[in-house]
């Protein structure tokens, strides 16, 4: 096995046992074996949590086990072209950050993917916000954006920036910032925003854009300083900290979703019964549980409400990433 993939099984309960199958053979037909749910990063982070809660709920109910594979690299291509070429038979799912299908097509010349073409949408799961952080690596006077805008361009050097990965939306919102506070701020991807933060807090990268949540685990230390939020209004998770555009960044209002999809082609049964099991596994508390300690906002949809959201998406960032000038091969 490749060691570069990390697996845990998630093993349901057999539905011959749990509902008497013999009985129900409709049931037992329908429902595959297993199921594999391709992860785009590393254990530990926002994409990996969701993944794994889903799926143990998913266990026993949309298949007979559930398998999470964490294909961390490229930014979490390796995960979308993993599911694009895996069969179409309701047996592989793939949960990923919407960016690395609505933007990801306005930075790659000769993307391997085509995000409405080689996916099929199953459901939304959830939203999310972006935080904008800082460690010890930034003096303890830097208290909001402001303070980071004036270190930056006292320290230009310095002024570096990690995201979950390039060509991320944490990643644009980066050079939001730097275009509209005029600031040098130069950006450095990595395979997911916690390995982002365990450098953050190490102080080899004074400030880390990131899905909100993913932070909360070490603001008690007193090393990790949330300066601004990124969505229309205020975290729940965090109150007490202004969004950018109560701190004059007008232009940064962005929410991010996560998706479910499956290979283009997955027969529509198995999509719904996908959606139905998404659904039902949110309903319960250790998933609500869970969902919360990450901040994220627990969200479903319907396949065609996901391909709409996607498009809009996909139309909206392409101006944004256009006036940057960023490519991937930049």
């Not at 050079?175 to 997911?192: D, E, L, Q």
Request: include cysteine.
């Amino acid at each position: 096995m490749n060691q570069a993939i990390t697996r845990r099984r998630f093993v349901g309960v057999s539905a011959a046992l749990a509902s008497g199958a013999a009985f129900r053979p409709a049931l037992a037909q329908s429902m595959p074996e297993n199921l594999r749910i391709v992860c785009g990063f590393a254990p530990g982070g926002t994409s990996d949590t969701i993944s794994r809660r889903i799926g143990e709920r998913l266990a026993g109910n949309y298949a007979r086990s559930v398998v999470v594979e964490n294909r961390a690299g490229a930014g979490g291509r390796i995960a979308i072209d993993a599911v694009k070429a895996a069969p179409a038979d309701g047996s592989v799912m793939l949960l990923t950050p919407g960016s690395m299908l609505f933007i990801y097509p306005h930075i790659y010349k000769q993307l391997s993917y085509n995000p409405f073409a080689d996916l099929a949408p199953v459901s939304v799961a959830a939203n999310i916000v972006h935080g904008l952080a800082v460690g010890p690596g930034v003096p303890d006077s830097v208290r909001n954006v402001a303070d980071f805008v004036a270190w930056c361009k006292a320290n230009p050097a310095k002024a570096n920036y990690g995201s979950p990965a390039a060509g991320s939306t944490p990643h644009f919102i980066g050079t939001m910032i730097a275009r509209s506070a005029g600031v040098p701020m130069t950006h450095i991807g990595f395979k997911g925003t916690q390995l982002a933060i365990v450098d953050m807090m190490g102080g080899q990268v004074p400030a880390v854009i990131g899905p909100d949540g993913e932070f909360l685990p070490h603001m008690k230390s007193g090393r990790v300083r949330m300066l601004a939020t990124s969505g229309p209004r205020r975290s729940p998770y965090h109150p007490e900290v202004p969004t950018f555009a109560e701190q004059g960044l007008r232009d940064i209002q962005v929410q991010e979703w996560f998706g479910f999809f499956m290979p283009a082609r997955t027969p529509a049964d198995a999509v719904n019964r996908a959606v139905n099991g998404i659904r039902a596994a949110q309903r319960n508390q250790s998933v609500q549980d869970a969902f919360n300690l990450m901040g994220l906002e627990a969200a479903n949809s319907t396949p065609s409400e996901l391909a709409a959201r996607l498009k809009a998406d996909h139309d909206f960032w392409g101006p944004i990433v256009r006036a940057t000038g960023f490519t991937a091969e930049n």
